[in-house]
C-alpha cells in the first residue's frame, strides 16, 4: 500500500498553511479560508462572516448556493453525469437552444472555462479564412492590456506581458492596438487579418468600458477586410452590465461570441457562440473536450440563464447599478485622497486609485477583507467590485459602511 493514500488524508485539518505546502503557487490566496456561503454572505473557518462583492471574480452571478441551482443540480446528480461526445444529451441540447434563441448565434459549442471558448473561438477564425481565403489571412488583432485566457494562444493574443514572460517563444501573428483607439484599428486591421477579439468592458485591464464608437468601427473593419469579431464576454457577460450580453447595450453584434463565468454561477462550463456560416468550418474531428457539455454543466448553465434572462432580472440589475454608483462616487468625493474615479459597467466597477495611493489597490483590498467586506483588484491602481447580480439596496448600504471603515484604518496607518 502507498504511505501517501494513508486514509487520514480526507480527515486531517487543513488550513491556509496547507495551500503553501501542497499546491503550486500560481496563486496568493487570502490568509482566510472560506467554508460555507449564502447568496453575498460567506463565512470562513473561524466562523467570521464576510460580504461578497467579488462574486468569484464575477462567477457566482446568483450568489452562493441559489436554492434554484441547487436543486438542479441535485435532481440531475441523480440522474445523468457523464457521456462521451460519441453522444448528445438533452440538457445540453437545451441549453444550445436557448442561447441561440436569446442571441445572435445559430450554434453553440460547449467547453469547460473562458480559456477553452477563445481557444476554440480563435482556432474558428483561423479555420474559416484559410478555408476562404488561404494561409496568408492569419493575423489576430487584440487590445493591450486585455485578458483572454491562460492557454499559449490566449494569453498570446491577451496583450500582457506580465502573463506571456518566460513562456516564449510565443504563437506568431497576433498583434496589440491601444483600447479604444480608432486610428491604430484602422492601421492594424488590413486584408491579412483573419480576427479582431475585443471584450467590452475590459476587467483585468482595469474595468474600461468600450466606447460605442470603437466597437462600431471594429464591425465596420471587420466588414471591410472579412475578418470575423470575436468578442470576449467571459466577464461582462450572462446580465453584468444589465443587459443579457453587453453587445446587446452597444448594438453591434459579432460573428462569435464566448462565455463562461457566470454561465455556470461556479460549476465549470464556457461556450462559444456563433454563425452557420462560421461554424460549418469546424466539421467533425476539427476541435472538441471530454466534458465540454456534459448533462451536469448544461443543466446548471441552462438553470442560470433562464434565471438571468428575465426583464424585471435585468432591469434590476441596472437600478442597483445605478444605486452601487452613486454609493462609490460618493466614497470616492469623501476619500480623494484615495481614489479618483469610478468607472465600468453595469455592476462590473472598478474605483481607480488616486496618485497618494497607487500601487496600493491590494492594501485596500487586504483593509477591506479585514473589516468584513471582500473586493478584487484589477492591478495594482484599480479596486474592482462585482457583486452578485441579486445584490440588495441594504447590501450596497452595508458594503459602503465596511469600505468606509477600511479606508479610516488606512489612512490612520499611514
Same mark, same amino acid.
Given at each position: ?138 493575423? &489576430? ?32 501573428? &497576433? ?220 447590501? &450596497? ?18
Amino acid at each position: 500500500m502507498n504511505a501517501k493514500l494513508d486514509s487520514t488524508v480526507t480527515t486531517r485539518p487543513v488550513t491556509r498553511q496547507t495551500f503553501d505546502e501542497v499546491l503550486v503557487p500560481t496563486y496568493a490566496p487570502s490568509a482566510m479560508v472560506p467554508v460555507r456561503g449564502a447568496g453575498l454572505d460567506l463565512w470562513d473557518q473561524n466562523g467570521k462572516q464576510y460580504l461578497d462583492f467579488t462574486s468569484g471574480i464575477a462567477v457566482n452571478s446568483l450568489g452562493h448556493c441559489h436554492p434554484v441551482l441547487v436543486e438542479a443540480l441535485t435532481k440531475q446528480a441523480n440522474t445523468l453525469w457523464h457521456l462521451g461526445n460519441g453522444y448528445t444529451n438533452e440538457p445540453v441540447l437545451r441549453l444550445a437552444l436557448a442561447l441561440t434563441e436569446a442571441t445572435f448565434a445559430d450554434r453553440a459549442f460547449f467547453c469547460n472555462s473562458g480559456a477553452e471558448a477563445n481557444e476554440a473561438a480563435l482556432k474558428l477564425a483561423r479555420k474559416h479564412a484559410h478555408t476562404k481565403f488561404g494561409a496568408q489571412k492569419s493575423r &489576430i488583432v487584440s487590445c493591450f492590456h486585455s485578458f483572454h485566457g491562460r492557454t499559449l494562444f490566449t494569453v498570446s493574443v491577451g496583450g500582457q506581458a506580465k502573463y506571456t514572460e518566460g513562456f516564449e517563444p510565443l504563437p506568431p501573428s &497576433i498583434d496589440h492596438i491601444p483600447y479604444n483607439d480608432i486610428e491604430a484599428a484602422q492601421m492594424a486591421i488590413t486584408d491579412d487579418v483573419c480576427a479582431v477579439v475585443v471584450e467590452p468592458v475590459q476587467g483585468e485591464g482595469g474595468v474600461v468600458p468600450a466606447d460605442a464608437d470603437f466597437l462600431k468601427e471594429l464591425r465596420a473593419l471587420c466588414d471591410k477586410t472579412g475578418a470575423v469579431l470575436i468578442f470576449d464576454e467571459v466577464q461582462c457577460g450572462m446580465g453584468r452590465t444589465g443587459d443579457l450580453f453587453a453587445y446587446m447595450g452597444y448594438g453591434v453584434t459579432p460573428d462569435i461570441l464566448t462565455s463562461a463565468k457566470a454561465l455556470g454561477n461556479g460549476y465549470p462550463i464556457g461556450a462559444m457562440l456563433t454563425t452557420n456560416e462560421l461554424a460549418k468550418n469546424l466539421g467533425v474531428g476539427s476541435h472538441g473536450t471530454t466534458y465540454g457539455g456534459n448533462p451536469m454543466a448544461a443543466t446548471v448553465a441552462l438553470n442560470v440563464l433562464e434565471t438571468i434572462n428575465q426583464p424585471a432580472f435585468l432591469a434590476r440589475v441596472k437600478e442597483a447599478s445605478k444605486n452601487l454608483v452613486a454609493t462609490l462616487q460618493k466614497v470616492v468625493a469623501d476619500y480623494p485622497q484615495v481614489f479618483t474615479t469610478v468607472r465600468g459597467s453595469g455592476l462590473l466597477l472598478g474605483m481607480v486609485v488616486a496618485e497618494g495611493f497607487k500601487g496600493r489597490s491590494k492594501d485596500i483590498q487586504k483593509a477591506a477583507e479585514a473589516q468584513g467586506l471582500m473586493l478584487l483588484i484589477a492591478g495594482t491602481e484599480v479596486v474592482r467590485l462585482a457583486p452578485a447580480l441579486i445584490v440588495s439596496d441594504a447590501q &450596497i448600504a452595508q458594503a459602503d459602511r465596511l469600505l468606509r471603515a477600511a479606508l479610516d484604518d488606512l489612512l490612520k496607518a499611514a
